[in-house]
């Protein structure tokens, strides 16, 4: 059983930081991608950030410049630090990961990121 625990969210004002860390169970490099997304309110959830086995990350456009994915091997962790957080960055951020080989989508529960003006 293949499991993602993200850590690091909390309560912070606009314009701060947080580092999210998500923790798998396997190595990560059984997956060919692990990621980011987030949902608010209200609103369909959506991809933050990935990075892929070999690296190469991808960042939706609106968060370019503010938020970072990177990751560990040795810990069989990926991170995402986030600055310059705004209100409108309020979300469940969820954790991610793509099996290399079954193509399956695995997630974590969530961390809350609240940001308060």
């Known amino acids: 059983q293949v499991q993602l625990v993200e850590s690091g969210g909390g309560l912070v004002q606009a314009g701060g930081s947080l580092r999210l860390s998500c923790v798998a169970s396997r190595s990560i490099f059984a997956f060919n991608r692990m990621g980011w997304y987030r949902q608010a309110p209200g609103k369909e959830r959506e991809l933050v950030a990935s990075?892929?086995?070999?690296?190469?990350?991808n960042y939706a456009d609106s968060l370019k410049g503010r938020f970072s994915i990177s990751r560990d091997n040795t810990k069989n962790t990926v991170f995402l630090q986030m600055n310059s957080l705004k209100p409108e960055d309020t979300a469940v951020y969820y954790c991610?990961?793509?099996?290399?080989?079954?193509?399956?989508?695995?997630w974590g529960q969530g961390t809350q990121v609240t940001v308060s003006s």
């Open positions: 991610n990961g793509r099996g290399a080989t079954t193509m399956t989508d695995y």
């Open positions: 990075i892929t086995s070999g690296g190469s990350t």
